[in-house]
């Protein structure tokens, strides 16, 4: 099964959402999904604009890397 990184790198890659549209979209609780956002972030794969959350270039190398 694929984990929460790399389905929320993967959502993210086509288009940018707020957390709701994600926790929506991947049927996952709120709290897990704060939590790996934020080390998403820190972690650079990801950027927060406004309320929206944007795959970054370091993200979309994660991604070529990762088995799909």
Same mark, same amino acid.
Request: hydrophobic share 35%.
């Given at each position: 099964m694929t984990d929460l990184r790399t389905m929320v790198l993967? &959502? !993210?890659e086509q *288009?940018? !959402?707020d957390v709701l549209a994600l926790r929506k979209d991947l049927d996952v609780g709120l709290d897990r999904l704060a939590k790996e956002l934020?080390? !998403?972030l820190e972690a650079g794969y990801i950027?927060?604009?406004d309320r929206f959350f944007y795959l970054t *270039? &370091?993200?979309r190398?994660?991604?070529k890397v990762e088995p799909r």
């Open positions: 993967k &959502r !993210l *288009d940018h !959402l934020a080390t !998403l950027e927060k604009i *270039d &370091r993200g190398q994660y991604l």
